[in-house]
């Protein structure tokens, strides 16, 4: 059985050698050499035996570090779900459904970060290089200074972006991209591992901000292992149904800014409009107030966000009712049903119930029950509320009616739209109503009660 190797190391710099001796050769300190423990006990090929390594800088937590410079893009949208702008040597992973707009945003944040003065460069793995610019002649980008190319081996990316050190580079996607060390089809679990952790450590060691696009599942995760999400900095979903012009950009993780941003952008013949006042925008096209119908004032990430809300019930032809959902949790109406049911006596047995959110909007947060609720028993006793009216607020089980966070957000931007009432729930912080009917509500029986009448 082979005998195991006695290190030694100096106390004072480190240097490692095979024997003790009264003086360190390396820093010249005297009784500064021990015997090292192993750092770990187990079989030679599979722990970490006896060898050190390298001591790792440690700094208390008090100490200042100066924020990372940031490089604004002038599409504000954009800027705001980065966190106020793209940060050096970041890994960014954009997911979005087939034909979203995904490369077109791309394209264009390329061409304006060009314009900024960074080196920028766009490796297409999925399409040509022909067709990538005729995208960018009909967007009007093609005199800008954006290096294209188009190839789908790691190992040619890596040695081209290591000789030409670009500070942005855009990888479309990162399912086409494959390494020769990886015994596997490209878009694999271990090929979208490898390319993703091998980009990411390009970015770090380099200084280089890297966008990886990411293709998405039927069910809308991001494709492949969900270590990728962990390994890069930010992740952004791009969102927006195929009816609607208008497209989400959303921050699900963000190390350096706020997670749940969300930018607004309106599609259009030459290309992505950023939508500056997105509440204006969602609820344009709302008309004459109908039974059915209400203004739910919402908050995506720091933004105050106003939409539609629109529900339908009518009597079932079946023996078993609908329940259907766009853009909302399909349990939470479930919950909000059985709460109306139990706790105010309103029955929704034998109806088909429909909810949708105008505008391609996906809500998410548990304020908007007190507007599902309205709009379900609009729907149902067909009466309108008034059309100068918001209603937020988050139903407990029990029928109670919580406050929620940022109420007077909320209230200056229905304000700021024309909005002249409010209904909200009791307590939490009260924020400024000047110039707007605020009425709160202490649970969903006596909102029942007022509004509608019944209870």
């Known amino acids: 059985m082979a005998k195991p190797v006695t290190t030694f190391s100096c106390n004072e710099c480190g240097a490692i050698t095979s024997k003790w001796s009264g003086r360190c050769e390396a820093c010249g300190a005297w009784n500064s ?13 599979n722990s970490l035996g006896a060898l050190r390594g390298k001591r790792v800088a440690l700094s208390d937590l008090s100490d200042a570090e100066t924020p990372p410079p940031r490089t604004a893009s002038g599409m504000d949208e954009l800027d705001r779900v980065l966190g106020g702008g793209l940060v050096p040597a970041s890994a960014i992973l954009v997911g979005g459904d087939p034909g979203i707009g995904k490369s077109t945003l791309l394209l264009q944040a390329a061409a304006a970060f060009a ?35 188009a190839d789908t081996s790691l190992r040619n990316i890596l040695t081209t972006l290591d000789e ?54 039927k069910e809308g995760q991001i494709a492949g292992p969900r270590v ?16 609607h012009q208008f497209r989400i950009l959303r921050a699900v993780k963000n190390r350096f800014g706020p997670a749940d941003e969300i930018g607004v952008f309106e599609m259009t013949g030459g ?29 995506e990430g720091t933004r105050p966000v106003l939409v539609e809300v629109q529900a339908l019930v009518a009597p079932t032809p079946h023996s078993q ?31 088909d119930v429909y909810l949708n959110v105008a505008g391609g909007m996906k809500i998410s947060e548990p304020a908007a029950d007190l507007a599902v609720a309205a ?46 009432s409010a209904i909200a729930p009791e307590g939490g912080k009260p924020g400024s109503s000047e110039g707007l009917k ?11 009660g007022e509004i509608f009448g019944a209870g």
């Open 438 to 448: 605020l009425t709160r509500m202490a649970d969903l029986t006596s909102f029942v």
């Open 375 to 420: 709009a379900l028993l609009s729907a149902r006793e067909d009466v309108a509320l008034p059309a100068d009216t918001v209603v937020f607020g988050e139903i407990s089980l029990s029928g109670a009616l919580r406050p929620v966070g940022q109420t007077e957000n909320r209230l200056k931007e229905a304000q700021k739209l024309g909005f002249s």
């Open 228 to 243: 990728v999400e962990h390994m890069v900095d930010t992740v952004l979903y791009f969102e927006g149904e195929r009816g």
């Open 33 to 45: 050499i021990s015997e090292d423990v192993p750092l770990s006990a187990g079989p030679k090929g």
């Open 321 to 351: 009712a609908r329940r259907s959902v766009v853009g909302w949790d399909g349990s939470r109406l479930a919950m909000i049903l059985a709460v109306l049911e139990s706790r105010c006596g309103i029955p929704f047995a034998g109806m």
């Open 115 to 149: 314009g900024k003065g960074l080196k920028t460069f766009y490796i297409s793995g999925e399409e040509a290089s022909a067709q990538v610019r005729m995208r960018a002649a009909r967007l009007g980008l093609q005199d800008a200074s954006v290096k294209l190319g």
């Open 164 to 217: 030409q050190r670009p500070d942005l580079v855009i990888i479309d996607s990162i399912q086409t991209m494959w390494s020769d060390t990886v015994d596997s089809a490209p878009g694999s679990v271990s090929q979208v591992r490898a390319a993703c952790h091998e980009l990411t450590t390009f970015a770090k060691t380099r200084g280089a901000s890297v966008v990886l696009v990411g293709h998405v599942t």
């Open 271 to 299: 290309g992505l409009a950023q939508v500056a006042n997105p509440s204006a925008l969602f609820l344009s096209e709302r008309g004459t107030p109908s039974p059915g119908s209400v203004v739910f004032a919402g908050i």
